[in-house]
Structure formats: C-alpha cells, structure tokens
C-alpha cells in the first residue's frame, strides 16, 4: 500500500475513533440527564410532601426575632433541613434505588439525603462529560475533520466559553449556601 494511502487511513481511523468516543459521550449526557430530571421530580415531591421549597424554610435570624419574646426553658436553637423543614425526619418513606427494582423503606430524611448526593453526583459527572465532548470536538476540528462547516478558530472559541462570570473568577468567589438552617426551639 502507498505510504500516503496508510497515512490517510490511518488519520482517518484516528477522526473515527474521536467521533465514536463524542458520540457515546453525548449519549451517556442524555442518560445522565434522565437521571437528573427523575432525581428533580424526586426531590420536589418530597419536598411537596413535607409542604416546603428551597426558600419556604425561615432563615435563623427571622426565628431567632420571633421567638426572642417567649422563650423560655426551651432549647435555644434546633437545627431545620431546607428539605424537610418541619416535617419528622424520621417519618418513613419508600425509595427505589438506583439502577436496581428494590424498593426500601427508609426515613425522610434520608430518603431526600440520598437523592441530594446522587444529584451532585450526576451534575459533577455531566460537568465531567460536557467538558470531554469539548475537548474532543476541538481535537477532531483541528484533525481538519470539521473543515467543511466550521474552523478550528470557531469551535476553539466555543470550547473555551464557560458559564462562570469573568469577574467572579478573578475574584475567586464561589458561594455555596450552607445545607442546614437552625431555628429557636
């Protein structure tokens, strides 16, 4: 065979093998995605079942004002899930494990903390993903793979886009709300 003619195939065995790992990566984001929404739908009947939403749960300095007045012997502060607010954490709940047909019986509160870790979980792991499917579109693009529809120039500037502020980068700030309020008892 003609040295040309193996460099050939072989740079376009190479774009193949590029191609195939985007294509099951985008295909793993959408499975991933099922997921997500499945844990979202998830958590939000939970949260409809103990009757609160992110926001509905008083922060500690409103309670702190409102029960200022009347307290007593009573226990100065007790901590409140954003998830479970006044519900009984230890009130039972079924749960479906992931990836399996068992079905278990187990508190609330752990029931919405399972479905909270398996949901930063999946968003680390689709973060993860998307950022592969960049890499790799902008190795098959400067391949010359994409140079009929787009320049390497065009899908570089794509890959390098991100979602975090300029100026919240520079200034290092990342702000987490914290996970546990506390309330006067």
Known sequence: MDP???QLQE????IEIDAEQVLLARH?????DKVRNANREALTALRKKARTTKTSVPSPFEVIMKEMEGSSGKQLIKEICPTCGDNDPKEHTWLMFPGSDIFARV???????VLDKDQ????FDTKKLQSFVK???????EKGALAGR??????????????IPKSAQEAG????APEVKYQLG
């Open 4 to 6: 040309n003619m193996k």
């Open 11 to 14: 740079a376009l065995v190479d």
């Open 28 to 32: 793993q984001l959408v499975e991933n």
């Open 107 to 113: 508190p609330f509160h752990v029931a919405h903390t």
């Open 120 to 123: 930063e979980r999946l968003d």
């Open 135 to 141: 890499e790799k579109s902008l190795v098959i693009a």
């Open 150 to 163: 787009f320049g390497p120039d065009t899908v570089k500037s794509f890959v390098n886009l991100s979602d």
């Open 173 to 176: 700030e990342f702000v987490q």
